[in-house]
C-alpha cells in the first residue's frame, strides 16, 4: 500500500493542497492517517477518491455533492464520465486507478476508447505519455511498488510493440536509417519503443538494439553498417559527468550523424554539447522533425 505526502497528491490530481485540506475539514472527503512519528500521509484509497473527485468537481460536479457519494457510487460515475466524453484529466485518473488497483480491464477499456477517438499515435502521445509523466515523481519517491511500475508498463509495452508490427516494413535503406539503443544499466524502453514506432510511421527504417547497451558495442556500429541517426537516453546510474564524457565521445566517434538524447538532467554540468547531439525534449517535438524529415526527402 502506498504512502503518499500531500504534495504528491497535490501533482497527481491537480488539486492545490490547501483545496485538499479544505475538503478533509469541510466536507470529510479523506482522513490522512499519520505514522507513528506522526507525519500525515495519504494511502491508496484515498489516492484515488481524491483523483476522482477532483475530475468530477472540474467538470461541474458540485463538491457538496460528490462527498455524499460511497466510493464504488464515485468510481461508476468517474467511469460513465470518461465514457461520455474525451476528457485527458479523466482517462489519466483512470489510468492511474487501474494501476493501483492492478486492474487491467479498466486499462484496456479506457486504452481502447481513446484508440477510437483519436487514434493510436495521438493515445500516446496525449494520454499515455503524460500518464507516465505524471506518474514519474512516484517512482522517484519510492511511492510505486516495482510491480505497479511492471504491470502497467509491459501492458503498454506490449501494445506498442503490436503497433509497431502492424505498420508496413520499411526496405529503402537508401532514405535515413535509425539506430535505437538505451545505454548499459538502463531498461526503461517505452519512450524508445515509442520513437521506433513514430520512425516506422513516418516512412524511414530502424535497428532498434533495446536496452542496456554498452557504449563500446555503440562505436564499433559504424564499422559494420551505415545509418544516418542514432536516438538514445541518458543513463541513469552515471554521474552527470559520466553522462557528459559519453555523449561527447559519442559525438566525436559519428560526428557525421544526428544524435538525438532524450532524458537529459537540466543540472547537466556542460549543456553546450556538441552541434549534432539534438536533446529530445518530447515525443511531439521528435515527431514534427521526422514529417519535417520525410517531407524534405520527397521534395528532393
Known sequence: MGKY???????????????????EKRYKIVEPKRTSTNIRYYDD??????????????NGYKISKIATLANEKLNNELINFSQQTNNLEA?????????????????????????????????????????????????????????????????????????????????NFERENFILYLPDGQWH???????????????????????????????????IIDFSHIITTTSVTKSPEEVERDLITLSGRYSDKFIFVGGLDENMPNKDFPANIHLMNNLDDFNAYLVQLGASRDIN
Request: proline share 3%; charged share 20%; aromatic share 8%.
Open 189 to 223: 524502453e517505452m519512450g524508445l519503443l515509442m520513437c521506433s514506432y513514430l520512425i516506422k510511421k513516418n516512412g524511414f527504417s530502424d535497428i532498434y538494439l533495446g536496452s542496456s547497451l554498452p557504449l563500446e558495442s555503440v562505436l564499433n556500429l559504424g564499422n
Open 91 to 171: 482517462q489519466i485518473g483512470l489510468l492511474i486507478t487501474s494501476m493501483v488497483d492492478f486492474d487491467k480491464d479498466v486499462f484496456e477499456k479506457t486504452f481502447s476508447k481513446s484508440i477510437l477517438q483519436i487514434g493510436f499515435q495521438d493515445t500516446i502521445l496525449k494520454l499515455i505519455y503524460p500518464f507516465f509523466k505524471r506518474i514519474g515523481i512516484l517512482w522517484l519517491t519510492g511511492n510505486i511498488d516495482p510491480s505497479q511500475e511492471h504491470f502497467i508498463s509491459n501492458i503498454v509495452r506490449q501494445k506498442i510493440i503490436v503497433a509497431i508490427d502492424s505498420l508496413p516494413e520499411q526496405r
Open 5 to 23: 505526502n500531500i504534495k504528491e497528491i497535490e501533482h497527481l490530481s491537480g488539486i492545490k493542497a490547501h483545496t485538499i485540506r479544505i475538503w
Open 45 to 58: 484509497e484515498d489516492l484515488k477518491k481524491i483523483l476522482n473527485v477532483a475530475i468530477l468537481n472540474r
